[in-house]
């Protein structure tokens, strides 16, 4: 069974990859070698230019498999790695580390170098640059390396110019030639995998191609043919990085049906469901035209939420104020493999998903195992997870592969903010008998990190390879910085499968659970088989704070690798109400040749039965522009032992008490998060008292039952009274002069209206009103974000002592590093007192009326591009808006940014000038809030700005 040929496209490029230039072995040459460029470097790839077509407010939110994880994730102790070295050192940021492994070396490489070491780290030749050791005719970075087993050969890629190829010519990197090939056509981030009948490369030019390369043809030293393929029903044309998969060892598919993997968040325009895609490429070297890549195989899985920051760079806190660094999100990290079992074809690859989206951010893992029964059939989802490192650590930037068993390896990233650990390199990993979507093995740290990388630019990838010569052994680098505070790329060896023949231990003490205990609770623990051979006749044992000890024997036979549950005949006493209980479970084998990992300890807590109570509020927060009917929604957490329903729970909202009862049940250890029927009346603009509590009889503990906020609605258009004369009659500055009568409601949107303004200049400000003793402020919203600070002010508190006929006079002064280009400005009168420092508070007498500012450059030289006659902005249907600025000769990259009224940034992009000469953004807020928001497009040249509503 193949893939239907409905929806296919043909070959896109056909091209000839001339025959290559021979380059003598690294050995042979050793004098010549240029060293490894270490000073910094800031890279600059696609994903700086090309975002996900992310619609705001759309998709999914949350990630139920973090939320939900399995008994035993974990919780199987596995060995430290047993060989840890920085393999290379490198100030660009970031280094792109990668590795392979062949029967006898680690080739390492990284951005702008690349070292080649034996098995055990012992360096036998670098670091050197890659140009001209390997490649003779110069280029940038993005340096990877592939090992083909199946050839024995070493491949290499490399970008600038478009890319370059070296394939070797044995199996000893260091006295092996090289033959090296040119491709033109490849643009950006590539990816080499291989594949029985190509190499096979993405990029990210022309929207995401797909190339093969002639690898029969490579592996001879001739000239190759090389084809390239869109990928048709791709609804993600900003940057994404597809792969194709990878074959693992040396045991190859039959040619063809290259998979081409990449998923699709319903956050994307044109995307409903959180999806999968494998594309398959077909190609015929006998006759290239009629090759072709399939329409993709659509799989839905589970809901995921893919997207940090509005898709931007800036994502990932680091310890002490650090730069918060790249998430990599959009990409499938490097790399997808694809492994062949006897019955099934496995492929396994992972992307960062964000799993606490509605209260902050937290990176996780994303992971997949797909299976396909032969050779080219579709695939069929085996299992996913989703893998949060422990202690809220954010977890990200990882490679994963299957050894010869099954068993998965994973390295990744960690860190956290907060707790002040710093990125590191980790692993984890399952065994192949593990339960499905779960990373069981306890976390192992390869090498902590001792300082906050420099700036938000980190990884862009890591890379896990498996050793051929037992295939077990992973071998996994990653960046980090090392103890001497220099940025490195740490490698590591680790083994999951096991190597001694018998080894059991107790992996988990199912039960007793903190909760309401007894004097007679059941013992059920989980046994692990370590070792290669079954196990039987062993015994397990407990004994509680390190009392007497209960053994028993474990009936039948425990295969290699797997689990079982055994529960003990013989009961615990743990039935103090609020004792706390040390348990420790262990098994007693003979035959065991390992016996650090026979036990595990855990503590349980004989809680008091009742005890509920709100832990925080969620909703109303502050904000402005409340309504009448604001939801209230709270936390609440069961602290006690038993399951509680039909419970009271209460809000207070400055005296007004509502009152509801909550089903439930909400189980002990659980929360509850619940939102009251009777919503909440804020609607006005002020201050309120907002506090939930929990009503539950016999509650052991009422001191945790309530919590409280202060909530704060303010108004961005702020109203007040004018008619009877307050607020301004005549704003005249630069080129605005704009008489005006009292504003409906005392807020006038006179955005229509600009102000030229030279940087570093004075200009005369005049005011007027119809009632004496005004005040006034003036802002202008410098960075664009719609909210009004203290160092945006040009005039602060003027005062107008008298009313028309007479006119006042004053001088605003224009900063001389003030961004050039479009900005809000504000002006805002109050009566008999001083403007409020916040631009959005109420006054009771006065006006606020909004302009536009056009900052002009202090040489007098304003870019053309950015003015309102090469711009237009317009709603083509209901809260769809399209954005395009006619550049033909602008070559700088733009900004684009959008801001809600309380200053949230919504979208943060950059785009490239378009193939008409135009810069266009196509800008969908149908899933956003009815309100006002806050639209540019610029950068340093300047910028334009709209205020526009969304209804």
């Not at 797909?210 to 869109?230: C, H, K, P, T």
């Not at 033909?888 to 378009?914: A, L």
Request: negative net charge.
């Amino acid at each position: 069974m193949t893939y239907a040929q409905d929806g296919a496209k043909k070959v896109e490029y056909i091209g000839k990859l001339d025959k290559p230039t021979y380059v003598p072995s690294i050995a042979s040459r050793m004098a010549e070698h240029t060293p490894a460029r270490t000073k910094p470097v800031q890279m600059e790839d696609g994903r700086s230019t090309r975002f996900p077509n992310v619609v705001p407010g759309k998709g999914s939110v949350g990630d139920v498999l973090a939320a939900n994880p399995h008994r035993l994730a974990g919780k199987i102790p596995t060995k430290a790695p047993d060989l840890v070295w920085d393999a290379a050192f490198s100030n660009s940021q970031p280094t792109d580390p990668s590795l392979a492994v062949g029967p006898n070396h680690v080739f390492v490489v990284f951005n702008t170098g690349y070292v080649i070491y034996d098995k055990e780290g012992n360096n036998l030749a670098g670091p050197f640059a890659p140009n001209p050791s390997i490649f003779p005719n110069g280029g940038c970075c993005d340096l990877t390396v592939s090992y083909d087993n199946a050839a024995d050969r070493w491949v290499l890629s490399f970008l600038g110019g478009g890319a370059q190829i070296a394939v070797s010519d044995g199996p000893d990197p260091v006295t092996s030639g090289w033959n090296v090939y040119n491709i033109n056509t490849i643009n950006d981030y590539q990816k080499l995998s291989v594949w029985s009948d190509g190499y096979y490369m993405t990029d990210q030019s022309n929207g995401n191609r797909v190339y093969a390369l002639e690898r029969d043809e490579m592996l001879a030293g001739n000239a190759a043919q090389i084809l390239g393929f869109q990928l048709p029903d791709f609804s993600n044309f900003g940057f994404a990085s597809p792969q194709a998969l990878n074959i693992t060892d040396d045991n190859m598919p039959a040619p063809g049906n290259a998979p081409i993997v990449f998923f699709q968040d319903d956050a994307y325009a044109g995307i409903t469901t959180d999806q999968i895609k494998f594309w398959n490429v077909q190609v015929d070297w006998d006759n290239p035209g009629s090759s072709l890549i399939t329409a993709p195989q659509v799989i839905d899985v589970t809901p995921f939420t893919s997207i940090f920051d509005n898709a931007s760079f800036s994502n990932l806190p680091q310890p002490n104020g650090g730069a918060q660094i790249d998430a990599l999100q959009g990409i499938v990290m490097n790399q997808a493999q694809f492994r062949k079992f006897a019955g099934y074809n496995s492929a396994v690859f992972n992307f960062v998903v964000d799993t606490d989206p509605t209260s902050g951010k937290l990176a996780g893992v994303r992971w997949y195992e797909f299976r396909q029964t032969n050779d080219g059939d579709p695939w069929v989802l085996h299992q996913e997870g989703t893998y949060n490192a422990p202690d809220g650590k954010n977890a990200w930037n990882a490679s994963l592969a299957m050894d010869a068993q099954g068993n998965i390896g994973m390295g990744y990233s960690a860190m956290n903010g907060v707790n002040d650990v710093f990125v590191g390199s980790y692993y984890t990993g399952r065994f192949a008998n593990d339960p499905l979507g779960t990373m069981t093995i306890v976390e192992e740290v390869i090498a902590e990190g001792n300082g906050n990388v420099p700036s938000i630019r980190y990884g862009d990838y890591s890379k896990i390879d498996v050793d051929p010569a037992n295939d077990k052994a992973f071998y996994f680098i990653n960046e980090y910085i090392n103890p001497n505070n220099q940025r490195a790329d740490v490698a590591a060896r680790f083994q999951i499968a096991p190597n001694f023949n018998d080894d059991v231990g107790v992996v988990s003490i199912d039960s007793p659970a903190t909760g309401t205990l007894s004097n007679a609770e059941e013992v059920t623990v989980t046994v692990f088989n370590f070792g290669q051979n079954d196990a039987s006749g062993f015994d397990v044992t407990f004994q509680i704070d390190g009392g007497a000890v209960v053994t028993e024997a474990f009936p039948g036979t425990l295969a290699s690798t797997e689990t079982a549950q055994f529960t003990f005949t013989a009961t615990a006493d743990v039935g103090t109400v609020g004792q706390t209980y040390s348990i420790t479970a262990s098994t007693v084998y003979a035959a065991d040749e390992d016996n650090t990992n026979d036990a595990t300890t855990a503590e349980v807590t004989f809680l008091e039965p009742n005890d509920i109570g709100v832990t925080s509020i969620v909703s109303p927060v502050s904000g402005t522009n409340l309504v009448n009917n604001e939801q209230v929604t709270v936390l609440i957490e069961n602290f006690g032992g038993e399951a509680q329903s039909g419970f009271d729970v209460s809000y207070d909202l400055d005296g007004t008490i509502v009152t509801e009862v909550v089903g439930g049940p909400l189980e002990s250890g659980d929360i509850l998060e619940y939102t009251f029927s009777q919503t909440a009346n804020l609607a006005a603009f002020g201050t309120y008292n907002l506090s939930a509590t929990t009503s539950l009889p016999g509650d052991s503990d009422t001191s945790n039952d309530s919590a409280s906020a202060v909530i704060t609605n303010s108004n961005c258009q702020p109203g007040a009274n004018c008619t009877i004369g307050d607020g301004i009659r005549l704003f005249e500055l630069a080129n605005i002069n704009n008489p005006s009568d009292c504003s409906t409601g005392g807020y006038g949107d006179f955005t229509n209206l600009m102000a030229d303004i030279v940087q570093g200049s004075n200009a005369d400000l005049t005011l007027a009103t119809d009632f004496s003793n005004q005040f006034v402020t003036v802002w202008i919203d410098y960075n664009d974000d719609f909210v009004f600070t203290s160092n945006e002010k040009i005039v602060d508190n003027f005062n107008l002592p008298s009313a028309l006929p007479n006119t006042h006079t004053t001088q605003i002064n224009v900063p001389v590093n003030a961004p050039i280009g479009q900005h809000l400005m504000r002006a805002k009168a109050n009566w008999n007192a001083n403007v409020p420092d916040d631009a959005c508070e109420e006054t009771t007498f006065g006006e606020t009326e909004d302009y536009m500012a056009n900052i002009l450059d202090l040489l007098g030289v304003q870019d053309e591009v950015f003015n309102d006659d090469n711009f237009t902005f317009i709603e083509t249907t209901p809260d769809v808006f399209d954005a395009t600025l006619i550049a033909p000769s602008y070559e700088n990259k733009v900004n684009i940014t959008v801001h809600d009224i309380n200053g949230k940034q919504i979208i943060n992009h950059k785009i490239e000038r378009g193939g008409d000469g135009t810069f266009s953004y196509n800008l969908d807020m149908s899933y956003m809030s009815a309100g006002v928001y806050l639209f540019k497009i610029g950068n340093n040249d300047g910028g334009l700005v709209r205020k526009f509503i969304v209804k």
